[in-house]
């Protein structure tokens, strides 16, 4: 294995444009310093995703997450460290060198790694049977062009064909070197039941490999070619650490930008409808793997485009398929219309049969809206003269529908168009839908509650950020995260001690200061006081180190952090919304101007964290002193303690000012 040299990960931090490459995932609007956006990490409405190009970082404050360009992509797409910067070296053309080391550092291979350089040679192996041994040509790549297919179609999306035979790719796989593990995990062989080998999964199929959005790929669809009825027709990888195959979108690599570019994403159910479409120019499709859609195939969609289009089989399967998409789409602020095509078509044979400019005529004339659809399909279904207990139904069907529309002024358009629709009244719809919300309401509520459930058991175990938000009303924790930003801001910086005494010397001139090292000060000011937050306390404690051993100071140290909640804190410290305790901008003396005088900035926060951690100090110690009036050794030890304490907080007071007067400042601390 070998390593990238750190002057290549330097020139990739300084070529990399945080703006570039985060807005191929989201939309960023610019709004004073920061860019926002929708956060890709989770639903919302309001934008809470801020991006700072002069600071190179991001932080997404509805769940936390925060980094550098490095960092999103490892959260976006289970990127390793090394593998984020060889996608960056990629895009912005920076030629790589590796050094090589140790074997004792290859054989601690990352085995997400492994499995994706597995997935591609198994991906190389199928293609070059298809495309270069006799009876791949004979039999695989035979069938492809009979369905249509063109050679560029088909090295495009890397089509591939395994053979009838029982370890073909087993055996190539022993002769690279690979692991039977990574092979059994992948789900490309398994254990025979008779033998004891490791037989191959795939035998007699045509191969459909399956990338995810990057490139890579992840999983395999397999096609048998046979007319046995002892196997499925189709069958998949497992899942696996790479591959979940509700979390994929077949095709989206290739579409992607066409998905950009026309602001549209069709979406098909079959691998064959999707190569055809994009075969016939028609290339922002995907199909949705061979799964019926799901709300992470949705979110992974969104990230492109908020508008889809579903061209789905016209048979009862098709047309299920279809309602069951339109609701999760809608749920999730997603544009959608539907089109089912004549004479039972799917788009793979309609585009064969009529071609690409009829298909797109269909597309614009007869695509319905899921209004529509609902209606034309529902109101099929019962005929031209439903009973009264019929169009009752499929008032509440609609309505349930309709009540999953976030947006109010969307609901009340699609209220109207039903009422019309039907002959009722709009106030009669209106009750529908307001019947349909409470009862998704209360379904959700039950959902909620047992979310939180898990939630609060997962946190609990968990030292993530998500354990910051239980102490966000406390003054302390505020005011731990502002001493925290001044460290990692002004870190390796020193400031000048006001000169006590004479101002001038004998000969008038004036005398400076000493000169404080502002790491230092804290480490004297801080010393024996440990920060409530375990995860502030972490980082603190690895900053002094770091002063203390005398290493450099890279802030990248701590966006790329092993640890995902100091990640998180660094980012949220180093954004423009970093929070300042709101008792220092209710007494406006408190909010601290670091530019124009750093050293009294930094002992006003430092001094007023003092203060009020003492005082918290002072209240445990009474308790004990009470807790043990009984016991005289004990009331003895804390009464020492209180006493000390009691000396700190003058000696604090008298460096803020008089104590009288930061009592008074310190009532609704």
């Not at 004792?104 to 040679?121: A, Y």
């Not at 492809?144 to 089509?159: A, D, N, S």
Request: one cysteine or more; aromatic letters at 10%; charged letters at 30%.
């Amino acid at each position: 294995m070998a390593r990238i040299p750190q002057h290549i990960v330097d020139e990739i931090y300084r070529a990399t444009d945080i703006l570039e490459v985060i807005g191929d995932y989201v939309t960023l609007k610019k709004r004073g310093q920061n860019h926002w956006a929708l956060s890709p990490f989770t639903k919302e409405k309001t934008p809470s995703f801020a991006v700072n190009p002069a600071k190179n970082i991001y932080k997404c404050f509805s769940t936390g997450k925060g980094g550098n360009t490095i960092n999103f992509l490892i959260e976006m797409e289970g990127y390793t460290y090394v593998e984020a910067l060889k996608h960056l070296a990629r895009k912005y053309n920076i030629e790589i060198i590796e050094e090589e080391v140790s074997p004792e550092v290859k054989e601690q291979l990352d085995r997400r790694q492994s499995l994706f350089i597995v997935n591609g040679f198994a991906a190389s192996f199928f293609h070059g049977q298809l495309m270069e041994s006799e009876v791949g040509k004979r039999i695989g790549l035979s069938y492809f062009k009979e369905r249509g297919l063109l050679e560029h179609t088909i090295k495009t999306f890397q089509l591939g064909y395994a053979p009838d035979q029982w370890d073909t790719l087993v055996k190539a796989a022993y002769e690279a070197k690979y692991q039977e593990d990574f092979l059994i995990e992948l789900g490309l062989a398994s254990r025979s039941g008779k033998t004891g080998n490791l037989i191959d999964r795939f035998r007699d199929r045509v191969i459909f490999p399956i990338r995810n959005p990057i490139g890579k790929f992840v999983g395999f669809g397999g096609r048998i070619l046979s007319e046995r009825k002892d196997v499925g027709k189709y069958i998949n990888s497992s899942e696996s650490q790479i591959y979940n195959k509700s979390q994929v979108v077949y095709g989206l690599f290739e579409a992607k930008q066409s998905i950009r570019n026309e602001d549209l994403c069709i979406l098909t159910e079959g691998y064959m409808d999707t190569l055809m479409l994009h075969q016939n120019g028609i290339q922002n499709v995907v199909a949705s793997s061979g799964t019926a859609l799901t709300i992470e195939q949705i979110r992974l969609i969104r990230r492109f485009s908020k508008k889809v289009l579903m061209i789905y089989d016209g048979d009862a399967a098709g047309i299920k398929a279809a309602m069951r998409g339109i609701e999760l789409l809608i749920q999730e602020e997603m544009s959608v219309k539907v089109l089912i095509l004549p004479d039972k078509h799917d788009p793979d044979s309609y585009v064969r049969k009529f071609g690409p400019e009829a298909l797109r005529e269909q597309m614009n004339t007869q695509a319905l809206d899921f209004i529509a659809f609902k209606l034309k399909v529902l109101g099929d279904r019962e005929g031209e003269n439903p009973s009264p207990d019929a169009q009752a139904q499929l008032i509440k069907e609609l309505a349930k529908t309709i009540a999953l529309v976030p947006d109010r002024v969307y609901q009340q358009v699609y209220i109207k168009q039903v009422a019309q629709e039907l002959a009722i009244g709009e106030d009669l719809m209106m009750h529908a839908v307001e019947e349909a919300k409470g009862i998704q309401a209360k379904f959700h509520a039950q959902e909620l509650r047992r979310e939180q459930a898990i939630q609060r058991n997962t946190d609990q175990q968990a030292g993530t950020v998500k354990d910051l938000k239980g102490f966000e009303k406390l003054d302390l924790v505020f005011q731990e995260k502002e001493l925290l930003r001044i460290l990692l801001s002004y870190f390796g910086q020193s400031f000048v001690e006001e000169q006590e005494g004479p101002l001038e010397d004998e000969d008038g001139n004036p005398l400076m200061g000493e000169e404080v090292e502002l790491v230092s000060f804290f480490k004297i000011e801080l010393e024996s006081l440990n920060f409530e937050n375990q995860v502030f306390d972490q980082l603190k404690e690895e900053l002094f180190t770091i002063h203390a051993e005398e290493r450099e100071f890279n802030i990248n140290t701590y966006l790329n952090h092993s640890d995902p909640a100091i990640c998180a804190l660094v980012a949220e410290l180093l954004s423009i919304q970093h929070e300042i305790s709101p008792n220092w901008r209710k007494h406006g003396a408190f909010v601290l101007d670091f530019d124009a005088d750093l050293g009294l900035a930094v002992k006003s926060a430092m001094y007023h964290y003092k203060y009020k951690k003492v005082n918290k100090l002072i209240e445990e110690a009474q308790e004990k002193i009470k807790a043990a009036e009984t016991n005289e050794e004990e009331v003895d030890k804390w009464l020492s303690i209180y006493l000390h304490l009691m000396q700190m907080r003058r000696s604090i007071g008298d460096k803020l000012g008089t104590a009288g007067a930061i009592q008074a400042k310190d009532a609704s601390l």
